[in-house]
């Protein structure tokens, strides 16, 4: 008997992830909808059998806005309450550039947030979070597609946007069974999970006790299901991989030295991202003026946003720094129109394999080298210029670190620019060191083999139907 199930998409990242991984290769038996919010060149490309349908449009009040944020910092002062690992309130929860009204919305927040962190007051947000989003005219509409299509069966591939709480809440408020994603490996801890699903698709082991230990009374350990994740299909597959020939010439790149990648944060915590890309960029040209084995710095800049203050650096260091661009900005993007593959996840492949190492500041792009057997840099020394409300030490004291605690020599850190500097004179040595610590962290975030994601979703999708 043929089943359909409709597939929530609300951005193009965790979209263009689930193609990588063949997510829309569906069974036989399965009929797929796909219910979206994305702009990607992939969409062309699905199956015939695929059909679309965009999300009817997002009109939530600021009443709904301010619930949002409220049960999220309440949750974040509540696990601080009930975790081992006590650092939750770290998280931000407000936007990163904020004016005198947003400031004030938020210290409102902030204040409010105390009173409400206990099961009860968390449970009494969410219900009136839920009211007010059924009140929306979104939310009519979702109900309205639903009862037209009767699905059997509802996956959400990302928990914590704001335009997937109106489908999947009308789906279970008509009684479909609904799957969430958790998108990322540090998703659970910043307490900002918007829905209710009935059962939940998690990376490792280590998520599936995360998630127990964040939801013990609301999610049962048989609703978790153990699949990986999309995120890293790309990275073994050769079609993502462009050529080094055609790669090097679209970007200038130097074939005699080594590459480097510094990948950037976004702004909210990537701060003082430009001051450690300079102080990389210095250690280079300092070495390479003296030692026969050159080095050339590749920047991978945030590219959902960008960071302003990369663009004197690049100008100053030129000569030691190429930034490589991950969209089809025609007016920018190197590469022939011709050359079809998926821009981000395709130039993202190749720069992390041509390079020799990542380095960076906190971000989880560490993982991904990682991934592909490079060794991974953490800067951990404060900038003396640094912004004001950049801390250092604060950004590494985020819950989802605690990994690297049981494997604390996966990921090295730096805790000087003077360190980047010696570093470079035995590169060749931290390559080859700690390998079986980073394959073990890597393991331990996002279950292996990485290409049989999606074969472990459908074998869950078709217990959860049968």
């Known amino acids: 008997m043929r089943k359909k199930i409709i597939s929530i998409f609300v951005g193009y990242q965790s979209f263009e992830n689930h193609y990588a991984s063949d997510f829309f290769e569906t069974p036989e038996n399965i009929d797929m909808l796909l219910w979206h919010n994305v702009k990607s060149s992939a969409l062309g490309k699905l199956p015939e059998n695929i059909q679309t349908q965009q999300l009817p449009a997002f009109d939530y009040k600021g ?69 007010q989003t059924r009140k929306s005219s979104n939310y009519q509409a979702c109900l309205a597609y ?35 994603f958790i998108h990322s490996w540090d998703n659970l801890p910043k307490g900002n999970k918007m829905l209710k699903a009935d059962h939940y698709f998690v990376w490792s082991d280590y998520m599936k006790t995360e ?18 994740t999309p995120q890293f299909a790309c990275y073994t597959k050769a079609e993502y991989l462009i050529p080094k ?6 970007y200038k790149l130097p074939t005699d030295k080594k590459l480097l990648c510094f990948s950037g944060n976004f702004t909210s915590i990537g701060m003082d991202d430009p001051l450690y890309l300079k102080d990389l960029a210095e250690a280079v040209k300092a070495h390479n ?7 050339h710095v590749v920047l991978r800049a945030n590219p959902a946003d960008y960071n302003q203050g990369f663009i004197p ?26 050359y079809t593959v998926n821009s981000n996840l395709g130039v993202l492949y190749s720069t992390l394999y041509y390079s020799s190492g990542m380095f960076n500041i906190g971000s989880t792009m560490a993982l991904d080298a990682i991934l592909l057997g490079k060794p ?4 951990c020394y404060k900038q003396k210029n640094g912004h004001k409300d950049f801390n250092i030490d604060r950004l590494y004291q985020f819950v989802h670190f605690k ?24 590169f060749d040595t931290l390559e080859t060191q700690n390998r079986d610590e980073r394959a073990a962290w890597a393991k331990s975030i996002a279950k292996h083999p990485l290409n049989e994601v999606r074969d472990r979703m459908y074998h869950a999708f078709q217990n959860l139907l049968n």
């Not at 009862?147 to 704001?162: A, E, F, G, M, R």
């Not at 030129?318 to 590469?335: A, G, R, S, Y």
């Not at 991974?376 to 800067?379: G, K, P, R, V």
């Open 313 to 338: 650096i690049l100008a100053a260091y030129k000569d030691v720094i190429t930034e490589v661009i991950p969209t089809w900005n025609h007016d920018e993007f190197p590469l022939p129109e011709s």
């Open 289 to 295: 003026q003296s030692n026969s084995e050159q080095y």
């Open 146 to 180: 639903l009862k037209d299509n009767t699905p059997d069966l509802i996956y959400c591939s990302h928990q914590v946007s704001s335009l997937s709480l109106a489908p999947v809440l009308a789906a279970r408020d008509l009684g479909i069974p609904v799957v969430s």
């Open 63 to 131: 009443k709904t806005d301010f619930l949002r944020y409220l049960k999220a910092k309440a949750t974040l002062n509540y696990n601080d309450k009930t975790q081992k690992v006590q650092n939750h309130h770290l998280y931000r929860v407000a936007p990163g550039k904020s004016n005198l009204k947003k400031k004030l919305k938020f210290g409102l927040i902030n204040f409010l947030a105390y009173f409400y962190a206990s099961k009860k007051g968390i449970q009494k947000l969410e219900d009136l979070f839920f009211q």
């Open 211 to 228: 998630m127990s230990a964040y939801y013990p009374d609301e999610v049962k350990e048989n609703n978790i299901t153990i699949t990986g």
């Open 376 to 379: 991974a840099f953490y800067c």
């Open 245 to 250: 020939e055609l790669f090097y010439k679209a």
């Open 403 to 426: 990994t690297l605690t049981v494997h604390d020599r996966a990921v090295y850190r730096l805790k000087s620019q003077e360190e980047i500097t010696k570093l470079l004179l035995d």
